[in-house]
């Protein structure tokens, strides 16, 4: 596995070391043990390793580096899946060392189609393959260079034009140049040679960063003006699913006191939320079926109580029917659910559209039936997905309710905006992860769904972070993570619409059809090129 130009163990080891250093590099970028809000400064320079080795090793030696920094880099910084089952960790680091055992053998035929402007390809397809990882089954946004700038307010304002592609477009291209400037580095001059010769694209990347400054200084609005909503957001700091009807009762207890703390306060709150599952017991399945008194008994008690209540609720449940299965038989059917109580009255409904892979559902049972099987084992809870981006209106203003990781998908935000929601409400469980730094990873993307759509959100999970976010971005208020306890706050309501939730991701869409084109034209001409020369 020798490197171009120099050979041997020592260029191996080199190799080697620099490319773990990439990938300390790029999970310090993010919420970490250490840090718990990321080093975004690092984001700037955390590629220039992955894209230096690229340029010295070979094309197949790339795939072994490939595989090295995608399961190194994603075990650093999704170390916390582990958490939640030991195969969670392994089957994200399995997938992230395919991912890059495929990416970087194509950063290399950039370099060497485009010996000089091969880092242009370079950066277009470190682009796709964010964007391009998103989709599908297995779509997974951790890890998106932009994410790590949620705390730069004025860099990521571009995002209501761009979405996050944008914000990672101006992270990715100092490293994908200035490896390429250092590429040869055996003096130096001959950087200052790369740096004069491909002085154009330098200046542009530095009109471009300056042009997304001055619009992120003058784009937020003062909202100051803007009617204002209330939300009572409860953290009841447990993971609800774990135990017994006990222990639903326990949390159930938990919830009630916190929500009546928050109504006893002035102003007294326009709403109350609740967060993901955060009531167990299945509340339209146990009122109409009955078929445990236990459960049956606590869900008449949340009724009974929601009754009394004067302002709506919206709580996360499992929202579990009767319906007919593959099999053409009757059979419990479970969703992931928000549900709006008024008066005591479930008055609308939403069920979770994008659910989580491998731990909320696997669409592959036949073509994969020991998958499913050892995850059924498992006692993996599946769910069925929705099929409505739901708006509620309550409380004098319409939302929508993302449940947990939907928030971190840009389209899903933008479509519930595109049906008329004012704000963005969050419901999430991530206790089970029992780590700061997964929340905070968490809170870093919700941050973008605010600002691409000039939307507030608000965040409701059962042991954080549990905050109030602006249109711009600002992290009004934050409850402290781990406690019991309930957070009010106002946000502004906002209707106007931004070009990002007009476009969506049309600006990745559009990297990734560069990409492709540039690849293409490339092996092209290389192909032509060795059919002069025979």
Same mark, same amino acid.
Request: proline share 5%.
């Given at each position: 596995?020798?490197?171009?130009?120099? &050979?041997? +163990?020592?260029?191996?080891?080199?190799?080697?070391?620099? #490319? =773990?250093?990439?990938?300390?590099? /790029?999970?310090?970028?993010?919420?970490?043990?250490?840090?718990?809000?990321?080093?975004? #400064?690092?984001?700037?320079?955390?590629?220039?390793?992955? /894209?230096?080795?690229?340029? @010295?090793?070979?094309?197949?030696?790339?795939? /072994?580096?490939?595989?090295?920094? &995608?399961?190194?880099?994603?075990?650093? /910084?999704?170390?916390?899946?582990?958490?939640?089952?030991?195969?969670?960790?392994?089957?994200?680091?399995?997938?992230?060392?395919?991912?890059?055992?495929?990416?970087?053998?194509?950063?290399?035929?950039?370099?060497?189609?485009?010996?000089?402007?091969?880092? #242009?390809?370079?950066?277009?397809?470190?682009?796709?393959?964010?964007?391009?990882?998103?989709?599908?089954?297995?779509?997974?946004?951790? &890890?998106?260079?932009?994410?790590?700038?949620?705390?730069?307010?004025?860099?990521?304002?571009?995002?209501?034009?761009?979405?996050?592609?944008?914000?990672?477009?101006?992270?990715?291209?100092?490293?994908?140049? &200035?490896?390429?400037?250092?590429?040869?580095?055996?003096?130096?001059?001959?950087?200052?040679?790369?740096?004069?010769?491909?002085?154009?694209?330098?200046?542009?990347?530095?009109?471009?960063?300056?042009?997304?400054?001055?619009?992120?200084?003058?784009?937020?609005?003062?909202?100051?003006?803007?009617?204002?909503?209330?939300?009572? =957001?409860?953290?009841?700091?447990?993971?609800?699913?774990?135990?017994?009807?006990?222990?639903?009762?326990?949390?159930?207890?938990?919830?009630? @006191?916190?929500?009546?703390?928050?109504?006893?306060?002035?102003?007294?709150?326009?709403?109350?939320?609740?967060?993901?599952?955060?009531?167990?017991?299945?509340?339209?399945?146990?009122?109409?079926?009955?078929?445990?008194?236990?459960?049956?008994?606590?869900?008449?008690?949340?009724?009974?109580?929601?009754?009394?209540?004067?302002?709506?609720?919206?709580?996360?449940?499992?929202?579990?029917?009767?319906?007919?299965?593959?099999?053409?038989?009757?059979?419990?059917?479970?969703?992931?659910?928000?549900?709006?109580?008024?008066?005591?009255?479930?008055?609308?409904?939403?069920?979770? =559209?994008?659910?989580?892979?491998?731990?909320?559902?696997?669409?592959?049972?036949?073509?994969?039936?020991?998958?499913?099987?050892?995850?059924?084992?498992?006692?993996?809870?599946? +769910?069925?997905?929705?099929?409505?981006?739901?708006?509620?209106?309550?409380?004098?203003?319409?939302?929508?309710?993302?449940?947990?990781?939907?928030?971190?998908?840009?389209?899903?935000?933008?479509?519930?905006?595109?049906?008329?929601?004012?704000?963005?409400?969050?419901?999430?469980?991530?206790?089970?992860?029992?780590?700061?730094?997964?929340?905070?990873?968490?809170?870093?993307?919700?941050?973008?769904?605010?600002?691409?759509?000039? @939307?507030?959100?608000?965040?409701?999970?059962?042991?954080?972070?549990?905050?109030?976010?602006?249109?711009?971005?600002?992290? =009004?208020?934050?409850?402290?993570?781990?406690?019991?306890?309930?957070?009010?706050?106002?946000?502004?309501?906002?209707?106007?619409?931004?070009?990002?939730?007009?476009?969506?991701?049309?600006?990745?869409?559009?990297?990734?059809?560069?990409?492709?084109?540039?690849?293409?034209?490339? #092996?092209?001409?290389?192909?032509?090129?060795?059919?002069?020369?025979?």
């Amino acid at each position: 596995m020798s490197s171009t130009g120099t &050979g041997g +163990w020592r260029a191996f080891l080199v190799n080697l070391g620099v #490319i =773990l250093l990439g990938s300390l590099l /790029f999970a310090a970028s993010f919420p970490n043990l250490l840090a718990e809000n990321g080093i975004s #400064i690092l984001a700037w320079i955390a590629f220039v390793p992955v /894209f230096w080795v690229i340029h @010295r090793v070979s094309l197949p030696a790339s795939v /072994f580096f490939g595989a090295l920094y &995608g399961y190194t880099a994603y075990g650093l /910084f999704n170390y916390w899946l582990s958490v939640f089952h030991p195969l969670a960790g392994l089957i994200v680091g399995s997938i992230y060392l395919f991912y890059f055992a495929v990416l970087f053998p194509l950063l290399k035929l950039a370099s060497i189609l485009f010996p000089r402007k091969g880092y #242009i390809l370079q950066w277009l397809l470190w682009i796709a393959y964010e964007y391009l990882r998103t989709l599908g089954f297995l779509g997974y946004p951790y &890890g998106i260079a932009g994410y790590s700038q949620w705390q730069a307010l004025p860099v990521v304002q571009i995002a209501n034009i761009f979405g996050v592609w944008g914000v990672s477009a101006l992270l990715v291209f100092p490293s994908a140049y &200035g490896a390429a400037a250092l590429k040869d580095a055996g003096s130096a001059r001959q950087p200052l040679a790369f740096l004069s010769r491909e002085r154009v694209a330098g200046i542009v990347w530095v009109i471009a960063l300056a042009a997304s400054l001055c619009y992120g200084f003058a784009s937020p609005v003062d909202y100051s003006e803007a009617p204002t909503v209330r939300f009572a =957001l409860v953290q009841h700091n447990t993971d609800p699913w774990r135990g017994g009807i006990a222990d639903y009762r326990h949390n159930y207890e938990t919830l009630k @006191r916190l929500s009546l703390e928050a109504m006893a306060a002035y102003p007294k709150p326009d709403m109350v939320v609740w967060s993901e599952t955060a009531f167990v017991p299945r509340i339209y399945w146990h009122t109409v079926y009955r078929d445990d008194p236990e459960s049956w008994a606590l869900v008449k008690e949340l009724l009974a109580f929601l009754e009394t209540q004067d302002v709506p609720y919206i709580i996360g449940n499992d929202d579990a029917r009767r319906e007919v299965n593959a099999a053409g038989v009757w059979d419990r059917v479970d969703y992931n659910a928000v549900m709006l109580f008024e008066g005591g009255q479930n008055t609308e409904l939403y069920r979770k =559209l994008h659910l989580v892979p491998f731990t909320e559902h696997f669409p592959y049972e036949k073509q994969f039936p020991w998958v499913y099987n050892a995850l059924k084992n498992a006692d993996t809870h599946f +769910w069925k997905k929705g099929d409505t981006a739901t708006v509620f209106d309550a409380g004098g203003v319409k939302f929508s309710t993302p449940i947990c990781f939907e928030d971190i998908f840009g389209y899903l935000s933008r479509n519930f905006v595109r049906n008329g929601a004012e704000v963005i409400v969050n419901l999430s469980n991530d206790a089970w992860s029992k780590s700061l730094p997964a929340q905070m990873q968490h809170l870093s993307m919700a941050v973008f769904r605010a600002v691409e759509n000039s @939307r507030s959100m608000v965040r409701s999970t059962a042991s954080g972070q549990t905050c109030a976010i602006d249109p711009s971005g600002r992290v =009004l208020a934050m409850a402290e993570p781990f406690t019991e306890t309930q957070l009010t706050a106002a946000v502004p309501v906002i209707t106007r619409q931004t070009l990002y939730t007009r476009w969506g991701d049309l600006w990745a869409k559009l990297f990734t059809a560069a990409a492709a084109i540039m690849l293409i034209l490339g #092996i092209g001409l290389s192909i032509m090129r060795k059919g002069r020369n025979r």
